[in-house]
């Protein structure tokens, strides 16, 4: 019965993005925070983003070659230069980008790694 | 002679709840009398290109820092947790923070103004200085910090991150490693403790 028990928990607290989540923390937490929180208006949240959820399809080229220019996620508006992570693969980078679009309540879609690839080539 | 016994009683109990924070500046023997360092004159701007110095702070419990604007490793967290502080003594107004520049080059006051606003806070209680290069990384020294300048870091700078405590009197009573948030509850408790005392 507590076996029972023990693995129903341990089922349902996994993450199926490990291997994001342990890039993300050693690449993007010392920043956006190991909860998404960012920090205030200097650095933008993931967790709860609508700039997150709408703009899903700029999250590989934000991520390798960093971003500048104003933003305005959940109303609020960032003016700081993000550095970009240019050491992740093609691989890593979507495995970050799904861990991130599941973690903290986020629910926004699984990117396949082709569709990361096309849009990498494309990057301004 | 049973009222005096009480009054002893009664004492000893308080004299145990109220503990101080030790001097944790270093000290030396002066005439055969301890003497603790304090932190030395300083004369900084701040955001508001308000000068701030010594004055500023006497009397005061303040929580002081060292970081600079594009520092994308330990920075955001320390002041993440900088911030938790700021929140948690918002209305007490024996508590003041200050963040020191050690990049002044690129942290200009415009920007150092921007990054408070950002922040949300009252640029009187949490002041970010501006100052000669030197003077700064001399005064870390005497904040329990070290910062050195090194090109081969990709920031450019290397820093130890630690948030101290300096009581009323300039002398260093607490810190806590700016990136451990459970060193930094613990150093809520002692600004507490510390408040006490003023």
Known sequence: ?124 | MGIGLVLLVGSGCQYNQTERLPVLSSKKLVEGRKVYDTIPPFSLLNQDSQIINNATFAGKAYVADFFFLSCPTICPLMQANMLRIYERFEQEPDLLLLSHSIDPERDTIPRLRQYADNLGVDHRKWHFAYGDKEEIYELADDYFNIVVEDETLPEGFDHSGRLVLIGPRGHVRAFALGTDSTAVDQLMMDIETLLDEI
């Open chain 1, 1 to 124: 019965m507590v076996i029972v028990i023990c693995f129903v928990v341990a089922c349902s607290s996994s993450n199926p993005y490990k291997q994001g989540k342990i890039l993300y923390e050693n690449f993007c937490a010392s920043c956006h925070m190991d909860d998404g929180s960012g920090l205030a208006a200097n650095i933008p949240p993931l967790a709860g983003a609508d700039y997150l959820k709408e703009a899903q399809e700029l999250l590989p080229c934000i991520i390798r070659y960093g971003q500048q220019g104003p933003i305005v996620v959940n109303g609020v508006t960032y003016n700081n230069a993000m550095p970009g992570v240019p050491q992740l693969t093609d691989f890593e980078i979507a495995n970050v980008i799904n861990y991130i679009n599941h973690a903290w309540g986020n629910d926004y879609g699984y990117m396949q790694i082709d569709e990361v690839q096309d849009i990498l080539e494309e990057c301004q």
